[in-house]
């Protein structure tokens, strides 16, 4: 389970204050599976870094299972980060000249788990998302879909709590991107694994069972999906025109 | 997290990255070879220098003409150093040295169309024993070759190979300004050194020499000159007293007051070892700052290399502290690459260092020598170097959030 509490996070740069984060109150139960929506720059990056452990807020109180994050050392925040949470990148952030399997073998160097049971863990993962046989593969021989499966593997090869992912089809095209969404509906309904994942696209976002807007740092609107949409559910006019028009009409309602 | 574990991460970032660790290690191997290089001719040189003269015999005085003045050169009177001076000291410290007189000059040295390139020199029984020689084959000259002027010869190493090309010379017959010669005698090889070529011997009776091969060139007023004195001192606490005994009986043979200029020179080898060690002293620092500047040159290197994959490295950081790397953990392995690609660097650059070293021994310009001091020391520096220019980035690397090592531009 995570909170926050009033979080606000503000960049400096010279004189000018960037907010980009105001008050920010969110929390999240262990099993659920929701999407962070909203426009560019509103601040969607920023929260999950936090949310990841990634940053630190300015000012708030974010938990972790009860644990205040702000109040722990370099050392605890680093076994949170192993333990609790698994964290995929819109750009990948796989290591250059390396295999997939020892991509997703990096995390586990930390954890003091032995060789054998490293690659076995690891060979585990990619299965997980069905790269099994890519395994020798170094990432510049694999796809962009490729390449987020494995960093995937990768965020879960501890077993987080957590994954969080910035973006994850950002980089993808619409085929890519809604195989990355069914790997995440599969760890969340058969796993029961929280995931929170970051979007820019209303359609990706609907295959939640929560979306989460933020607008200039602030959340907006929290509701649950009624009918979050199968992976590989046509990208059709319709779903689209009908999740846009509640947007702007909910809009309306709470500038009112 | 086990060192033998730091250890396998550092190795495969090593093998990942093949290029950025080559290039690392170029830069170190180059400075360590060139400190190792240059040191080894520096004390080579030195070595060779201080052997070169201890070779010339322990405890060794030498009288010759030509002292402080230029009386020759300004047209004096020559004041020749001459036989009875050498009677007169033999009488003087005959006791605590030996005395041994010689006149050396240019004659041709031929074996039929060999010849040798040696000054042909008239010399007593005790010359070689005075000036350390030994004798490989036959015998030495005698007081009765002296006594007889005998055509026999005495030949150096060198000398006896440029004549007789590996044959055995003993009883055969030399040429020297046309007269034959009889070798009776080869001496044992010094070795080269650097300084003189010791081998190039050609030995005859003293007396021959002035009567058969040189005749009025070696007199001065009718007096047998010679080129030169060497004495040998029983006791190396006694050198400095002999000294003064010898430079007493030269102005008393030459009537010389003690405020007049000796128109000798009587040095020890301790005095000449003193001002060659000085000279070859002052060549190896000059060397060994060269040779400091290359492995700063390879440390530049080293740190251009870190700086252009600096970004990347910054990222791998932060993905590394994402994924839940402790900071301390990610210094150690960094730590553990640096270390193995210095000291990779470092025995590469000694290898390298030894291999031109003992090249330039072999090709005969000089004998060098690898000190263990000198190849520590370039071994230290490589690391240190390389740890600076390693872990100073990687420092400041994994102190920033991962975040913002992540957007690391
Ligand atoms: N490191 C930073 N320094 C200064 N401003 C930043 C930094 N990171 C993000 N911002 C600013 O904070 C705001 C929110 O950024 P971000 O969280 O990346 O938005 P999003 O992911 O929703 O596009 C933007 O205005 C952005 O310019
Ligand atoms: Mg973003």
Same mark, same amino acid.
């Given at each position: 389970?995570?909170e926050?509490?009033?979080?606000?996070?503000?960049?400096?740069?010279?004189?000018?204050?960037?907010?980009?984060?105001?008050?920010?109150?969110?929390?999240?139960?262990?099993?659920?599976?929701?999407?962070?929506?909203?426009?560019?720059?509103?601040?969607?990056?920023?929260?999950?870094?936090?949310?990841?452990?990634?940053?630190?807020?300015?000012?708030?109180?974010?938990?972790?299972?009860?644990?205040?994050?702000?109040?722990?050392?370099?050392?605890?925040?680093?076994?949170?980060?192993?333990?609790?949470i698994?964290?995929?990148?819109?750009?990948?952030?796989?290591?250059?000249?390396?295999?997939?399997?020892?991509?997703?073998?990096?995390?586990?160097?930390?954890?003091?788990?032995?060789?054998?049971?490293?690659?076995?863990?690891?060979?585990?993962?990619?299965?997980?998302?069905?790269?099994?046989?890519?395994?020798?593969?170094?990432?510049?021989?694999?796809?962009?879909?490729?390449?987020?499966?494995?960093?995937?593997?990768?965020?879960?090869?501890?077993?987080?709590?957590?994954?969080?992912?910035?973006?994850p089809?950002?980089n993808?095209?619409?085929?890519?991107?809604?195989?990355?969404?069914?790997?995440?509906?599969?760890?969340?309904?058969?796993?029961?694994?929280?995931?929170?994942?970051?979007?820019?696209?209303?359609?990706?976002?609907r295959?939640?069972?929560?979306?989460?807007?933020?607008?200039?740092?602030?959340?907006?609107?929290?509701?649950?999906?009624?009918?979050?949409?199968?992976?590989?559910?046509?990208?059709?006019?319709?779903?689209?025109?009908?999740?846009?028009?509640?947007?702007?009409?909910?809009?309306?309602?709470?500038?009112? | 997290?086990?060192p *033998?574990?730091?250890?396998?991460?550092?190795?495969?970032?090593?093998?990942?990255?093949?290029?950025?660790?080559?290039?690392?290690?170029?830069?170190?191997?180059?400075?360590?070879?060139?400190?190792?290089? #240059?040191?080894?001719?520096?004390?080579?040189?030195?070595?060779?220098?201080?052997?070169?003269?201890?070779?010339?015999?322990t405890? #060794?005085?030498?009288?010759?003409?030509?002292?402080?003045? *230029?009386?020759r050169?300004?047209?004096?009177?020559?004041?020749s150093?001459?036989?009875?001076?050498?009677?007169?000291?033999?009488?003087?410290?005959?006791?605590?040295?030996? +005395?041994?007189?010689?006149?050396?000059?240019?004659?041709?040295?031929?074996?039929?169309?060999?010849?040798?390139?040696?000054?042909?020199?008239?010399?007593?029984?005790?010359?070689?024993?005075?000036?350390?020689?030994?004798?490989?084959?036959?015998?030495?000259?005698?007081?009765?070759?002296?006594?007889q002027?005998s055509?026999?010869?005495v030949?150096?190493?060198?000398?006896?190979?440029?004549?007789?090309?590996?044959?055995?010379?003993?009883?055969?017959?030399?040429?020297i300004?046309?007269?034959?010669?009889?070798v009776?005698?080869?001496?044992?090889?010094?070795?080269?050194?650097?300084?003189?070529?010791?081998?190039?011997? +050609?030995?005859?009776?003293?007396?021959?020499?002035?009567?058969?091969?040189?005749?009025?060139?070696?007199?001065?007023?009718?007096?047998?000159?010679?080129?030169?004195?060497?004495?040998?001192?029983?006791?190396?606490?006694?050198?400095d007293?002999?000294?003064?005994?010898?430079?007493?009986?030269?102005?008393?043979?030459?009537?010389?007051?003690?405020?007049?200029?000796?128109?000798?020179?009587?040095?020890?080898?301790?005095?000449?070892?003193?001002?060659?060690?000085?000279?070859?002293?002052?060549?190896?620092?000059?060397?060994?700052?060269?040779?400091?500047?290359?492995?700063?040159?390879?440390?530049?290197?080293?740190?251009?290399?870190?700086?252009?994959? +600096?970004?990347?490295?910054?990222?791998?950081?932060?993905?590394?502290?994402?994924?839940?790397?402790?900071?301390?953990?990610?210094l *150690?392995?960094?730590?553990?690459?640096?270390?193995?690609l210095?000291?990779?660097?470092?025995?590469?650059?000694?290898?390298?260092?030894?291999?031109?070293?003992?090249?330039?021994?072999?090709a005969?310009?000089?004998?060098?020598?690898?000190?263990?001091?000198?190849?520590?020391?370039?071994?230290?520096?490589?690391?240190v170097?390389?740890?600076? *220019?390693?872990?100073?980035?990687a420092?400041?690397?994994?102190?920033?959030?991962?975040?913002?090592?992540l957007?690391?531009?």
């Open positions: 389970m995570i926050t509490e009033n979080i606000s996070k503000t960049y400096r740069l010279g004189d000018t204050k960037v907010r980009a984060l105001r008050k920010v109150n969110l929390r999240v139960e262990d099993g659920e599976m929701l999407a962070i929506v909203g426009p560019s720059g509103s601040g969607k990056s920023t929260l999950l870094a936090i949310l990841g452990c990634l940053d630190v807020p300015t000012k708030g109180v974010y938990r972790i299972d009860g644990q205040e994050v702000m109040r722990m050392n370099e050392r605890q925040l680093a076994a949170i980060r192993r333990k609790k698994g964290f995929v990148f819109q750009q990948f952030n796989l290591l250059p000249r390396t295999s997939a399997l020892e991509n997703v073998m990096l995390p586990l160097y930390y954890s003091g788990v032995s060789h054998r049971a490293r690659q076995a863990k690891a060979m585990e993962a990619l299965e997980r998302v069905g790269l099994a046989e890519r395994a020798k593969s170094h990432p510049n021989q694999l796809s962009g879909g490729e390449q987020q499966r494995v960093a995937i593997a990768r965020a879960l090869v501890n077993e987080p709590a957590i994954l969080l992912a910035d973006e089809t950002g993808l095209d619409t085929h890519k991107g809604a195989e990355i969404v069914a790997i995440f509906q599969k760890l969340n309904r058969e796993e029961g694994q929280t995931v929170i994942y970051v979007t820019h696209d209303p359609f990706i976002a295959h939640t069972r929560r979306i989460v807007s933020i607008q200039d740092g602030r959340i907006v609107r929290d509701e649950p999906v009624e009918h979050p949409l199968a992976a590989g559910t046509p990208r059709s006019d319709d779903i689209l025109g009908e999740s846009l028009s509640t947007t702007v009409e909910e809009d309306e309602e709470a500038g009112s | 997290m086990n *033998f574990e730091n250890f396998r991460i550092a190795l495969r970032a090593i093998s990942a990255n093949k290029l950025r660790s080559g290039l690392t290690i170029l830069g170190i191997v180059i400075g360590v070879a060139a400190v190792v290089a #240059l040191m080894a001719v520096g004390q080579g040189a030195t070595s060779g220098i201080t052997a070169s003269v201890e070779g010339m015999g405890n #060794l005085i030498t009288v010759s003409s030509g002292g402080r003045s *230029f009386q050169m300004a047209g004096g009177s020559a004041t150093l001459l036989y009875s001076d050498y009677e007169a000291i033999l009488a003087t410290v005959g006791n605590e040295a030996a +005395v041994t007189p010689y006149y050396a000059g240019m004659a041709s040295v031929k074996n039929g169309d060999r010849t040798a390139s040696a000054t042909l020199t008239g010399v007593l029984p005790n010359y070689t024993r005075v000036n350390a020689y030994s004798l490989a084959s036959g015998r030495l000259i005698t007081d009765q070759d002296n006594l002027k055509r026999v010869v030949l150096g190493a060198t000398s006896a190979e440029d004549l007789f090309a590996g044959l055995n010379p003993l009883g055969r017959e030399i040429q300004n046309g007269k034959n010669f009889s009776v005698g080869v001496l044992e090889a010094k070795g080269s050194s650097g300084l003189t070529y010791q081998d190039d011997m +050609v030995l005859i009776p003293l007396q021959t020499a002035y009567e058969v091969v040189f005749g009025a060139q070696a007199k001065s007023r009718g007096k047998n000159t010679v080129s030169g004195i060497a004495l040998s001192a029983a006791d190396a606490d006694q050198v007293l002999i000294m003064a005994n010898v430079e007493f009986t030269l102005r008393r043979e030459h009537s010389l007051t003690l405020t007049e200029d000796l128109p000798f020179s009587v040095s020890s080898q301790s005095q000449m070892l003193a001002s060659l060690t000085n000279i070859s002293g002052t060549l190896t620092t000059l060397l060994g700052a060269i040779a400091g500047i290359s492995l700063l040159v390879g440390g530049i290197g080293i740190m251009n290399i870190t700086l252009v994959s +600096v970004r990347e490295r910054t990222r791998e950081i932060g993905l590394r502290k994402a994924v839940g790397a402790p900071k301390g953990v990610i *150690f392995q960094f730590l553990t690459e640096t270390l193995t210095s000291i990779l660097g470092g025995i590469l650059g000694v290898l390298i260092g030894w291999g031109i070293a003992w090249g330039v021994s072999s005969g310009l000089i004998t060098t020598s690898v000190s263990s001091e000198v190849v520590i020391l370039s071994l230290g520096m490589a690391t170097v390389g740890l600076i *220019f390693g872990i100073y980035p420092y400041q690397a994994a102190s920033l959030r991962p975040i913002e090592a957007k690391y531009e």
